[in-house]
């Protein structure tokens, strides 16, 4: 059961809540990041753009509970992420939510399926039919059963991010954060990456983050958040 400093008898409605978020790096002058509010329901989708160096990780880190604010309450899924510890808070973000990354952080000498049930893993998670899931989200990401078990390192680049959404998917998280992940990709390989990864999330039932540079990609999203503009809040496109 959960501690009472854990959750509240908030309603339901919010996969993620953010009130008065503040954050400062140490021996820095001012906040670095100040966010007064923000809500997003199952099933949105937000874009959060910026330029290198507007904090955008810096955000992401918070959101996921990698960082914590030095002001500010942040929940998800009812559970106030910033009264956890540290230990607690790595169990939520393994069990709630699950990443893209830029770098992919796929294991090399892991075969693709291995590499999709390890989530699993940090998770602490013994779900029946995980192994079944992992191989249908691949080939619903294109990916044939030929390819489960080679080694990471044998795919191409579209291919591993292909993966990579697998594995942040696996486990149906409430919330996907997407690190600029199409980064390195072409304008039509970034597309179809941007599609398959919405309709998987949109199949999970989850609320998705994508943080980028590219306001091409803006256009996929229904709300979104610019780095200059935080005090704005969260726009609808």
Not at 134 to 153: C, I, M, R, V
Request: proline letters at 4%.
């Amino acid at each position: 059961m959960k501690g009472a400093a854990e959750v509240t008898d908030k309603p339901k409605k919010y996969v993620i809540e953010l009130k008065n978020l503040r954050f400062r790096w140490p021996g820095k002058q001012g906040w670095q990041l100040a966010l007064a509010q923000l809500q997003l329901e199952a099933g949105q989708h937000l874009f959060i753009r910026g330029a290198s160096g507007s904090g955008k990780t810096t955000l992401l880190n918070l959101l996921s509970g990698i960082t914590t604010p030095d002001e500010g309450e942040l929940w998800l899924q009812q559970t106030a992420m910033h009264r956890l510890s540290p230990s607690k808070r790595d169990t939520l973000r393994a069990r709630q939510i699950g990443v893209v990354f830029q770098q992919l952080n796929l294991i090399p000498y892991l075969s693709v399926l291995d590499n999709v049930l390890l989530i699993a893993r940090f998770a602490n998670e013994k779900v029946p039919g995980l192994q079944a899931r992992a191989a249908l989200l691949l080939e619903h990401l294109g990916l044939d059963a030929a390819l489960h078990g080679q080694k990471a390192s044998s795919l191409s680049v579209g291919q591993q991010q292909r993966v990579a959404i697998a594995r942040a998917l696996l486990l149906r998280p409430a919330l996907l954060i997407a690190d600029e992940p199409t980064s390195a990709l072409d304008a039509d390989n970034r597309d179809a990456f941007m599609k398959l990864m919405l309709a998987e999330a949109d199949e999970s039932g989850t609320t998705v983050i994508f943080v980028s540079h590219d306001q091409a990609l803006q256009g996929y999203f229904n709300w979104h958040l610019l780095m200059d503009q935080l005090e704005q809040g969260v726009q609808p496109c």
